[in-house]
C-alpha cells in the first residue's frame, strides 16, 4: 500500500475502522473489488510448520516427556550470605 489513506482497509485494523464509523461496508466492497486479481502471478512456497503438524507436533511432545532432569538444588546454602553480595553486618 503505498497510500496512507489505504491503510484503513488493511484487514487488522478494518473492524475497528468499522466500528469507528470511519469506513463504511460500502467502502470496503468498492476497494476490494477494485483490485487486481493475481492468483494466476503467484507461486507456492511448501512451509514445514511443525507445529500445526499433528503427527510432528505428537512426536515432539513424547520426546519432552521422556527427558529427565536432575532435581533442582536446595536454595539456601546455610552461610547467611546475601545474594546481591552486600555486607551481612
Known amino acids: 500500500m503505498r497510500d496512507p489513506d489505504m491503510f484503513k482497509y488493511d484487514v487488522r485494523v478494518r473492524e475497528r ?17 477494485a483490485l487486481p486479481d493475481l492468483e494466476t502471478a503467484v507461486e507456492s512456497v511448501p512451509l514445514n510448520q511443525p507445529a500445526l503438524d499433528a503427527t510432528a507436533a ?17 536454595s539456601d546454602d546455610g552461610d547467611d550470605e546475601e545474594l546481591d553480595g552486600g555486607d551481612t553486618t
Open 58 to 74: 505428537s512426536a515432539a511432545s513424547v520426546s519432552t516427556l521422556r527427558q529427565s532432569y536432575p532435581p533442582a538444588p536446595p
Open 17 to 33: 475502522m468499522l466500528r469507528a464509523g470511519r469506513i463504511t461496508t460500502e467502502d470496503v466492497s468498492r476497494i476490494l473489488d
